[in-house]
């Protein structure tokens, strides 16, 4: 029997405002818990919140991005319903006029590019954290989150297996970084997905029961939550079983969906017209700024980088396909001019590192300085390529500065052509034999004389220099 | 007024209604439904609703943090808390 | 010397004088209060602070405005920082809120003195101040009969002289109604002249704040401080405040007042018709000119707003849910649980029916047939006053139907005829139009009242032709016995 599986995502992007949607409390994530909140936040009697006009130009700029029509009037509603972490008892998000309606995003598949159809994306507020394992006997609410704006985004349910739903996620996130929308770390909460999946018979028009994955906050986990949830559904509907319409969480741990326990009673959730807010409208001058203001996206400054930095296509393209990579090059090719070794090191032995890692070169010790600094100093023949290398571990483990690690190390390249020959000449003083050999033919011994001149200089002799003038002396 | 909607209704509110006032409130609930039933006589085609009585539109703010920390206040405020968190029945999710 | 029944131009005066100062008045508030207690008007006192204040008062040299070291009653649905705030209500009867509503901020600001906090009917919701908590209100002219609601402890301090001025709030009535049965002067000023911030929301889109007092001249001047635009509340009006006295003393010669056709005064107790065609009477010798004009979807009012203020404040209350503030059940199994005891407990019943009925008329499958249809209806009253004020500058009806009532004696088997105490005064609210309730009269030695409403932001016209009207009679100026407390 064959099998397709039909995909929605609704994905929620916090925006990297600097405070709330509604009030004016920091956004700042890490902060001790109930701090970054106000009255507003805390939903106390007597509150009424007030519109951070940031959020609806970042929503408007994504909206912009995905080609989607902008409502320039758009309304707030609130909605209903009790949980711990929603202070007010309702969320005020937008139903029947969002921001912003329609759009696409393109995604790469194994069969070429796919466009998916955006339905519409809307802003909200989101809610505080509950944590359920803490404090015997209780749940602890802390309120620091509640009020942080969200931009949520559907997609129409055109996605077809797990690997499109990453694919597409990971388009939404190259997006809305680039924007300046979010700074798009799933860790951190910044990017959440819901996914609702369902299967049908191919060739079957009516569309399968779906279920809903809510909350998955990492790649893997989105592919790993629609794979094990579709055979699941494939199973039931094999066994003659019927699928339940419901809402489930991913278990990382168990590698499996189950139902989510406060989901069980359908809920009713009263829709209405925020009356403590009016309409909200875009005048057309504000539009206008948010054009001529436009972030570059990623397409353009790949063209940008071949073009004013030389880079070849592969590396322009990989370097501006994360837009944290993308600035720090940009800011250290202010005080570099290599930009090709500047490339290849992020691309190579940087990129290794932060994978190994699991983290954004902005969240390790590098600096552009320090890297520019680097670069200049291998380019100049300060240091070796492969000084350079543990140099490097050295400014990755503790921040320091390349010319402080040289200096406190005495890592200098020596390069002066005196002091070589005369390393040089001890080497082949004490080594009569292999001078022989190499002599008589085996010019692989070649590398053992240069390996004894490292190893007297540690590692130090600039190799060109080594190269040349050993040759020299052996032929003598 | 049926018992299942008003279960709902007081399910969606979380209320509960003590037995001995269940069937006046009950009696109430369907008196006031009946009253407001009477808009269905006006004609409103075509009209469009009014939601707030201002014909204006929202002020919005600018984008800056002005807010003080007023943990503890709020902590004290709450029934149960500790320097922390708002403390609620453990939920499972 | 008595302070009581004293106006705000009367204590200025004697403030100016030195013939008493701010703290001996103030302490000889606070004795008043005390001594008629059983009014049972006030739910919290003020005592120590307000004292304070009025010593630094004092000090100053001579006071830098007309409202400085003048005693108000605040009604207890403003957050006062520090001060407990209750609205009545058993759930909040241990609130205490960590700010100041704006609207008594800038009273404060200007000077006067918060003596206490006023009882009310719980969360505002009601006509007569009995579904409040902490007990009923007294009306100072009888013992054991309402004061009306929801600001009926505001209404009482002032009717009663201990205060001369307090504030309320109106969402359907709820400053004009009872200012009527207390025989003062009470206004409910356009829909977002006054700022919500720190008013515990009843119906976010029919609310307003607004002030109590003995004379129009009076409630022009507290409404002068509470006026003006307010960034922390986005329905805020952003519009250039006059001062309301400027024009208040203007001969109201030719002014056009309108009689609304619908509302048929014929069904009325022949008291209160009497009462209504005297004040015509003394408006036209005063020079106005009577129109009959036409609101044909007034009928529609209490039904409208019956729709529409009970949806908004389903959603209002929902934050009252033992988990932040308030009253909190004990002994509960789970989250859900705690929500549905804490709030079963801590709302009176009154509050509850409105909930409920809020929460069927935004439910799904009912919201097009109840919420959004009151909307709709609710343009089409706001249409019917746009037209009609081409032709008039002001309306005037009777306040309420009828006068103060005996505990009790409303509403117990049909809540309907509690609702009907609004017919007048609702739609002003709906159409967000300012309305003032002056004294114009006894029904069966009972105080009745005369309402006025006026076109969009004319708070002015409404306070000039109530003011005029007192300058040429003496309603206002009658006080109560007081023997039965």
């Known amino acids: 029997m064959a099998w397709e599986t039909v995909i929605g995502i609704e994905t929620h992007v916090q925006l990297s405002t600097k405070t709330k949607l509604f009030s004016r409390a920091s956004t700042e994530f890490g902060k001790s818990p109930n701090t970054n909140v106000n009255l507003i936040d805390c939903g106390l009697p007597g509150v009424l919140p007030s519109v951070n006009k940031e959020a609806f130009y970042k929503a408007i700029r994504f909206g912009l991005a995905v080609g989607a029509q902008i409502n320039q009037m758009s309304i707030f509603d609130r909605k209903n319903y009790f949980y711990a972490d929603l202070p007010k008892g309702y969320q005020i998000t937008q139903m029947d006029v969002p921001i912003v309606l329609g759009g696409t995003i393109d995604i790469e598949t194994d069969k070429g590019i796919k466009t998916i159809n955006i339905t519409r994306a809307h802003l909200e507020e989101d809610a505080g954290k509950s944590i359920h394992d803490q404090f015997d006997g209780y749940s602890a609410i802390d309120l620091n989150r509640a009020g942080t704006p969200l931009l949520e985004i ?7 297996n797990a690997k499109e739903a990453v694919a597409y996620m990971k388009a939404m996130h190259q997006l809305v970084t680039y924007l300046d929308v979010s700074d798009g770390n799933m860790s951190q909460g910044s990017l959440r997905c819901d996914a609702n999946v369902s ?14 994955i809510k909350n998955i906050n990492s790649f893997r986990f989105v592919e790993k939550a629609i794979n094990f949830e579709v055979k699941r559904q494939i199973k039931q509907l094999e066994n003659g079983e019927v699928v339940t319409q419901e809402t489930r969480l991913y278990d990382s741990v168990k590698d499996e969906t189950r139902p989510m ?6 809920n009713d959730y009263r829709y209405f017209p925020e009356p403590d807010l009016l309409p909200v409208v875009i005048s057309d001058k504000e539009m206008q700024d948010i054009k001529d203001n436009f972030p570059e996206l990623a397409e353009e400054k790949e063209k940008r980088y071949t073009k004013d930095f030389g880079l070849s296509e592969y590396d322009a393209q990989i370097l501006a396909s994360s837009k944290i990579m993308a600035d720090f090059f940009e800011q250290s090719t202010k005080e570099t001019k290599n930009y090709a070794l500047l490339a290849n090191w992020l691309i190579g032995e940087i990129g290794a590192f932060l994978n190994k890692d699991a983290i954004e070169i902005n969240q390790s010790k590098l600096t552009p300085s320090n890297l520019a600094m680097l670069i200049n100093r291998i380019d100049d023949q300060t240091i070796s390529g492969k000084i350079g290398k543990s140099i490097f571990e050295e400014m990755y483990a503790s921040g320091a500065s390349p010319d402080k690690i040289i200096e406190s190390q005495g890592l200098q390249q020596i390069s002066d052509d005196g002091e070589i020959e005369k390393i040089i000449n001890s080497v082949i003083q004490e080594n009569p034999d292999q001078v022989t050999a190499y002599l008589a033919g085996k010019d692989k011994l070649f590398g053992f004389f240069v390996g004894q001149v490292m190893k ?9 220099t080594v190269n040349t003038i050993l040759k020299e002396r052996l032929k003598e | 007024m049926d018992q299942e909607t008003v279960r709902t209704i007081c399910y969606l509110a979380r209320l509960q209604i003590d037995e001995d006032k269940a069937q006046k409130i009950e009696n109430d609930l369907e008196t006031i439904i009946e009253m407001i039933g009477g808009l269905q006589a006006f004609n409103t085609e075509n009209i469009q609703p009014l939601y707030s009585p201002l014909e204006k539109t929202a002020f919005m703010h600018e984008d800056i943090e002005n807010s003080d920390n007023q943990k503890e206040k709020f902590l004290q405020n709450a029934a149960v808390s500790n320097e922390d968190y708002f403390l609620v029945p453990r939920v499972v999710e | 010397m008595s302070i009581q029944f004293k106006t705000i131009r009367e204590l200025r005066e004697m403030l100016d004088k030195k ?22 008007c006030f739910v919290t006192m003020n005592k120590d602070a307000s004292i304070e204040k009025s010593k630094i008062i004092d000090q100053a040299d001579k006071a830098d405005s007309v409202l400085s070291g003048i005693p108000l009653a605040q009604k207890d649905l403003f957050c006062t920082e520090g001060l407990r705030t209750t609205c009545s209500s058993k759930i909040l009867s241990n609130f205490i809120p960590p700010y100041t509503a704006t609207a008594v901020k800038k ?16 969360f505002a919701m009601g006509s007569s101040n009995e579904t409040s908590y902490f007990g009923n209100v007294h009306n100072p002219w009888k013992k ?42 009470g206004i409910k000023p356009t829909y977002g002249r006054v700022s919500r911030w720190g008013m515990i929301a009843f119906a976010s889109s029919l609310d307003q704040a607004g002030p109590l007092a003995r004379s129009a001249e009076d409630c022009a001047i507290l409404l002068n401080e509470m006026s003006g635009h307010d960034s922390k509340d986005t329905t805020s009006l952003d519009i250039e405040c006059t001062d309301l006295l400027d024009t208040i003393n203007q001969p109201i010669k030719g002014l056009k007042i309108g009689i609304v056709k619908e509302f048929d005064l014929g069904d009325l107790d022949s008291e209160v018709q009497n009462r209504f065609e005297d004040s015509k009477k003394l408006y036209e010798t005063l020079g106005a000119e009577f129109i009959e004009i036409s609101l044909p979807n007034i009928s529609a009012s209490v039904p409208t707003y019956y729709s529409i203020a009970p949806a908004e404040c389903s959603s209002n209350l929902s934050r009252f849910d033992g988990v932040r503030f308030g009253h909190r059940a004990e002994n509960t199994e789970d989250l859900n649980d705690l929500y549905i005891k804490s709030r079963s407990e801590g709302f009176g019943d009154e509050v509850k029916r409105r909930i409920l009925i809020g929460t069927y008329a935004l439910s799904a499958g009912y919201y097009d047939a109840y919420y959004k249809k009151a909307q709709q209806v609710r343009r089409l009253i706001k249409n019917d006053f746009e037209s009609a004020f081409k032709s008039v500058d002001l309306m005037m009806t009777p306040t309420s139907p009828g006068t103060a009532f005996a505990f009790g004696s409303k509403g117990a088997q049909n809540p309907i005829e509690l609702y009907l105490e609004d017919l007048f005064t609702i739609s002003s609210n709906l159409a967000g139009l300012p309305a003032i309730s002056i004294p114009h009269g006894k029904v069966n030695s009972l105080p009745a009242g005369l309402q006025l409403i006026g076109n969009f932001l004319r708070e002015d016209q409404i306070l000039n032709a109530a003011h005029i009207f007192q300058k040429n009679s003496e309603f206002h100026l009658d006080k109560p016995s007081m023997e039965e407390f």
């Open chain 1, 456 to 464: 007297l200089t540690q590692g130090k002799a600039n190799p060109q």
């Open chain 1, 261 to 266: 326990r406060s989901k069980e009673f359908a």
């Open chain 1, 154 to 160: 559907v997609s129409e349910p055109e996605i077809s």
């Open chain 3, 19 to 40: 013939a008493i100062s701010s703290e001996e008045l103030t302490n000889e508030t606070h004795k008043l209060a005390e001594n008629l207690k059983d009014l049972n």
């Open chain 1, 199 to 212: 299967v049908r018979k191919i060739g079957d028009p009516e569309l399968g029961t779906r279920t809903e």
């Open chain 3, 144 to 185: 054991g009969y309402v004061p009306g609601g929801s600001s009926g402890g505001s209404a009482a301090a002032v009717a009663a002289g201990i205060v001369p001025a307090a504030t309320g709030t109106d969402t359907g009535g709820s400053i004009r109604q009872p200012a009527a049965h207390c025989g003062i002067t």
């Open chain 3, 107 to 122: 009273l404060e600001s200007a000077g006067s003195i918060t003596i206490g906090k006023t009882n009310m009917d719980e």
